[in-house]
């Protein structure tokens, strides 16, 4: 009688294991599946993109002059410059130096998660008579303002077009080149561009 009531918990307990197991099995199987999968599993980005430092072809150290910004023609007597680095893009809005520190996103894409510069005031440059005013200030900070929303980048020819979040062209820069033709952008901007509508 004792060995039926041990062979009968042995079944129960077998039946309920043989139950339990498909659970097991899905759950081992679900996590399997939405592991991270390692590093050199990672998809190559595709030729010509340039996600800031995280592949494609390499933008660290490379400088750029600002051309426009949503289509507004940058005056060339305004100078807005960056320089790409490791976590951070740097140069001068016009009239105060900036810091715009970036992260990674995907395996494409970048977000700006700081912007830290002067708090100089900027001049009013008056290029000559009867040409309109500049408003440095204002083009600092509708040039700071949109490349905090970037969310990509592509290098065409010796320009470097940025994108926004939503993927609509933001900022366009022209490469820089040493000695005397460093403050001087190497191609100008698209024909479609609109001018400057900023006046005093």
């Given at each position: 009688m004792k060995t039926n009531s041990t062979q009968s918990c042995f079944s129960v307990q077998l039946c309920r294991t043989l139950l339990l197991l498909p659970l097991l099995l899905s759950s081992v199987a679900v996590c399997a599946e939405t592991a991270t999968p390692p590093e050199s599993a990672v998809t190559p980005l595709p030729t010509g993109a340039c996600p800031l430092n995280s592949g494609g072809p390499s933008l660290l150290d490379t400088e750029w002059r600002l051309l426009s910004v949503y289509g507004?023609?940058?005056?060339?007597?305004?100078?807005?410059?960056?320089?790409?680095?490791?976590?951070?893009?740097?140069?001068?809005?016009?009239?105060?130096?900036?810091?715009?520190?970036?992260?990674?996103?995907?395996?494409?894409?970048?977000?700006?998660?700081?912007?830290?510069?002067?708090?100089?005031?900027?001049?009013?440059?008056?290029?000559?008579?009867?040409?309109?005013?500049?408003?440095?200030g204002d083009w600092e900070g509708a040039y700071l303002r949109t490349l905090q929303r970037a969310g990509s980048v592509e290098t065409i020819g010796n320009t470097l077009h940025f994108y926004n979040?939503?993927?609509?062209?933001?900022?366009?820069?022209?490469?820089?080149?040493?000695?005397?033709?460093?403050?001087?952008?190497?191609?100008?901007?698209?024909?479609?561009?609109?001018?400057?509508?900023?006046?005093?």
């Open positions: 507004n023609k940058v005056p060339s007597e305004l100078v807005i410059s960056m320089k790409v680095g490791e976590l951070a893009l740097t140069g001068s809005g016009g009239c105060n130096e900036y810091e715009a520190d970036f992260k990674r996103v995907g395996h494409t894409g970048f977000m700006i998660t700081e912007v830290d510069k002067g708090r100089a005031g900027c001049p009013i440059l008056r290029p000559g008579a009867g040409q309109q005013t500049i408003n440095v979040r939503s993927g609509e062209p933001s900022v366009v820069f022209g490469k820089k080149f040493g000695g005397t033709d460093a403050d001087s952008p190497a191609v100008e901007p698209p024909a479609e561009e609109k001018p400057a509508t900023t006046t005093n």
